[in-house]
């Protein structure tokens, strides 16, 4: 899914494959939701859910604000999440470096409109960062007023790209 958007200058730091973008999707705690208005770009850090199934990311915010008036004036949308690994010293300040990891995600956001894909998108949100903990039984599932409580959104990947540079040796 890459194209010129998400080209690498380092190929050799590139991520081997889509399968490793999305472990990195999963296992990735925040994530950030860059919007632009007017040349005038703004940046969101948010928990998300990687939806495998259908190729696209889920997150929350307040139904009133920034996030909501960007996504609703021009829908084009990146996304990243990152990790750092060691801490690589070296012999000249030139060669300093750390190990890494991070993706690049282009799309398209929409606001979620239709209660029964809130839901699914609040829920995915629960069981990534809650997995042993089950609605019903240690918690009260979502209600349809929480769902009034909350602006869900969707980003439909279009491309995206995985970096990464690990220790060799």
Excluded at 1 to 12: A, G, I, Q, Y
Excluded at 14 to 26: F, G, K, N, T, Y
Excluded at 79 to 91: C, I, N
């Amino acid at each position: 899914m890459n194209d010129e958007r998400t080209r690498l200058r380092r190929l050799d730091r590139a991520m081997p494959s889509d399968r490793e973008i999305e472990a990195m999707l999963h296992k990735a705690q925040i994530g950030f939701i860059a919007t632009s208005v007017s040349d005038q770009p703004f940046i969101n850090p948010n928990l998300f859910w990687f939806d495998a199934a259908n190729r696209r990311l889920y997150f929350h915010t307040a139904t009133e604000g920034r996030a909501l008036s960007n996504v609703e004036r021009n829908s084009q949308v990146c996304f990243s999440t990152a990790e750092m690994g060691k801490l690589l010293p070296a012999d000249t300040a030139i060669k300093f470096s750390t190990e890494y990891a991070s993706v690049i995600v282009f799309g398209e956001a929409r606001v979620v409109g239709s209660d029964q894909e809130k839901r699914f998108g609040l829920q995915g949100l629960l069981d990534k960062y809650f997995p042993d903990l089950q609605a019903g039984e240690d918690y009260r599932p979502i209600i349809s007023d929480e769902l009034d409580q909350t602006a869900v959104y969707a980003i439909e990947i279009d491309a995206w790209s995985g970096k990464q540079k690990v220790e060799s040796g």
